[in-house]
């Protein structure tokens, strides 16, 4: 239930941020319009963004000044609201057909022509160095664009435009992420060599025949040429190291391929499908194929392809590397790994429920993620001390396993590696292992565990439903627990109600905390976990300065209404006071970070005042605080979020240190009685102001003096005051 809570206030929480993007229409309207355009200040008032105006033609010119000042920037959405109407519902713009973009133009925001079917060409002069993502997302009817020769990343920006046949990348490019996705009409492309990455760069582009991938690529990334059915050849240079997952998945076209010495792992579903696929030069330089993440939707590498096809029943072996077992396996299967195997593939053996027995030789120095997954028939493993990795899932749901040794070559025990071995009653982790990852043990066996000094995190969920887990045994090392890492076990059934501890970390609470609680931490706590104390009936907390580290969403939807916090702590994170009662918060000096939407929604929160140690506060991280009237920004900080302050209307005064350089889009929309901004520096040339600001840039400026001037401010008791 947490798990699907934090995921759900996570998702409310990136909803919130996305809106916040067309937030103009809860605030002031600051924009001017003019020739079907409307203007929007940014870069405290010395220039403009543009966006799409009241009766805009469908041939727009955009004016390289206006009233004087520059226009910089074409807007994230700049194009797809029209006349206030949001984007919410727009699938097609076809009144846009063509664009003119001046000189003065430096930057093209996120998705600022999606959808523009009417736009048939685009030229973007070299003026601008940024564009956003996807900012000519599903713009079908443009056959050609020139794109700026000073542009280095190009991040979904022309996906789904089916009428572009040919492109000319210049060379300032370094990385293509899923640029042309779904570009169907597109037949060649040159690739230069500043590119270093082309992640799903090609996706679905079934009208590319041949590719060439230039020696400035190390990794033909992540679905890069996936669904290419009429890809016919591709050269592959020898700086590449790896094939990632999916890189070409069901390129139909392709017949044989070459894979050169310098690559040394392949991804996942890397070639599956490739129906044709009947040659694979494949050189001993690669140790691991198949590895990922979601091994439970596991493809193999070469599966479906005529390749795969034409190899005999049995075990599959790609030089040295143990590929996986093809058929169907014999009862009671023992098995016996070639010497100088060096690596096992991702779900090799995936539920091979046959398999009893399996020796691994110590040539072997990593399991893939969920290779033995499944297999419950296998009752014992030894791992060999040359391994120095097991990948996650690697014996998921081996119910029949009752015992296994783990060597001292392993440092980390990833996620859902023994889940559900239900016959695994005891485990000696190494003292080499410094995490234990996510699910790890869960649904197991388990009775009791000792967990090594080394050992410093362990995930959430990493001991959940162990049900007979009776004793645990934690070491001071551990300084990070995840809020479900013990629960539906014994031994958290036998704690009594109350504050929960694992060792010197506050895992949670258990059972009804009573109405206007107080709850005073354990001197020598060193960590409060993620979500600990959240959904409670807190009103009160003492922290011990021993805390160090506190959890996403410790204090959130509590009644806590003021909180020191400790001297030593590190970071405010992710939503950690999100809709709690706090009035007033001071941020102790060893905080280097406010994390995302950290106090968002704290209905009484009237004033802030943050270190000088804080560098970065991220997005939303004070949005919707509608009591809050006065912040105070530490001398350290240098970027504000989006939409910080969204929403914080009754804020009136807040000071702004010299280190800032960058305010987010809308970082104070809706802060309509802003009206004194305590600036420590009168030159803000330096500073990159996001749109929607026009709070913060209209409202009077006061600039900091040491000594008595009319208009200026000094510090008295920590208060920013006029002299």
Not at 28 to 41: C, I, P, V
Not at 390 to 407: D, K, Y
């Amino acid at each position: 239930m947490k798990r699907f809570f934090r995921f759900t206030m996570a998702l409310l929480l990136a909803l919130l941020c996305a809106f916040a993007f067309a937030a103009c229409n809860s605030d002031k309207d600051y924009s001017e319009y003019a020739d079907g355009l409307r203007f929007m200040q940014i870069n405290d008032n010395t220039a403009w963004a543009v966006f799409a105006g009241k009766n805009m033609p469908a041939n727009v010119v955009i004016p390289a000044a206006y009233k004087g000042k520059p226009v910089t920037c074409i807007g994230d959405y700049a194009f797809v609201e029209y006349d206030g109407g949001g984007i919410l519902g727009i699938i097609n713009n076809s009144n846009l057909t063509s664009i003119i973009i001046p000189d003065s133009v430096t930057s093209i925001g996120e998705r600022a022509f999606l959808f523009c079917i009417g736009l048939t060409s685009v030229t973007i002069p070299d003026s601008v160095t940024s564009i956003g993502e996807r900012a000519f997302q599903g713009c079908t009817g443009s056959t050609s664009v020139t794109i700026s020769g000073n542009v280095t990343n190009l991040d979904g920006t022309f996906r789904g435009c089916t009428g572009l046949t040919n492109v000319t990348i210049p060379d300032s490019v370094t990385n293509l992420n899923e640029t042309f996705r779904e570009c169907t009409g597109l037949t060649s492309v040159i690739i230069p060599n500043s590119v270093t990455t082309i992640d799903g760069a090609f996706y679905g582009c079934t009208g590319l025949t041949n590719a060439t991938i230039p020696d400035s690529i190390i990794s033909v990334g992540e679905c890069a040429f996936w669904g290419c059915t009429g890809l016919t050849s591709v050269t592959i240079p020898n700086s590449v190291t790896r094939i990632d997952c999916r890189a070409f998945f069901g390129c139909l076209g392709l017949t044989s391929f070459i894979i050169p010495n310098s690559v040394t792992s392949i991804g996942e579903a890397a070639f599956y499908g490739c129906s044709n696929l009947a040659s694979i030069t494949i050189s001993d330089s690669v140790v691991r194929i198949g590895d990922k993440s979601d091994y439970l939707a596991y493809a193999g590498a070469f599966e479906n392809t005529a390749w795969y096809n034409n190899q005999p029943n049995g075990l599959i072996y790609v030089n040295k590397v143990l590929y996986g077992y093809k058929g169907t396996m014999p009862a009671n299967t023992v098995i016996n790994i070639l010497p100088d195997t060096i690596s096992i593939s991702c779900s090799a053996f995936s539920r091979c429920t046959d398999l009893t027995s399996i020796a691994i030789p110590d040539s072997v120095t990593s399991i893939g993620p969920g290779a033995f997954g499944g297999c419950t028939g296998l009752t014992s493993v030894t791992i060999p001390d040359s391994v120095t990795s097991i990948g996650p899932g690697a014996f998921t749901g081996c119910m029949g396993l009752t015992s296994v040794t783990i060597p001292n070559s392993v440092t980390s025990i990833g996620e859902r590696t023994f889940a559900g071995c239900t016959g695994l009653t005891s485990i000696i982790i190494p003292n080499s292992v410094t995490h234990i990852g996510f699910d790890a043990f869960s649904y197991s066996g388990l009775t009791s565990v000792t967990i090594p000094d080394g050992v410093t995190s362990i995930g959430d969920g990493a001991f959940i439903g162990c049900t007979s887990l009776t004793n645990i045994i934690i070491p001071d090392s551990v300084t990070s627990i995840g809020n479900t890492t013990f629960a539906e076990t014994s031994w958290y059934s036998s704690q009594p109600n109350g504050v929960v501890y694992a060792g010197k970390i506050l895992c949670n609470y258990k059972g009804t905390m009573p109405a206007n609680s107080t709850v005073n931490i354990t001197p020598g706590t060193v960590s409060i976990g993620i979500d600990a104390l959240s959904l409670h009936n807190l009103k009160g907390i003492t922290i011990p300065d021993s805390v160090t580290n506190i959890g996403e969403g410790a204090f959130s939807y509590t009644g806590l209404t003021n909180v020191t916090l400790p001297d030593g702590l590190m970071s405010i994170s992710q939503r950690m006071f999100a809709s709690s009662s706090l009035t007033s918060v001071d941020i102790p000096n060893s905080v280097t970070s406010i994390g995302y939407g950290a106090f968002t929604n704290c209905m009484d929160l009237t004033s802030v005042t943050i270190s000088g140690s804080v560098t970065i506060i991220e997005q939303n991280a004070f949005a919707d605080c509608p009591k809050l009237k006065s912040v105070i920004l530490g001398k350290g900080i240098t970027s504000i979020g989006d939409g910080t302050f969204l929403g914080c209307r009754n804020l009136s005064s807040v000071v702004i240190p010299k280190s800032v350089t960058n305010i987010g889009n809308y970082a104070f929309d809706g802060c309509k009685k802003l009206s004194a901004v305590y600036a420590e520096s009168s030159d803000w040339t330096h500073m990159s102001i996001g749109y929607g600001n026009d709070r913060l840039t209209s409202a009077k400026r006061y600039f900091y003096s040491d000594t008595a001037q009319a208009g200026c401010w000094r510090y008295v008791g920590g208060v920013p005051t006029l002299w």
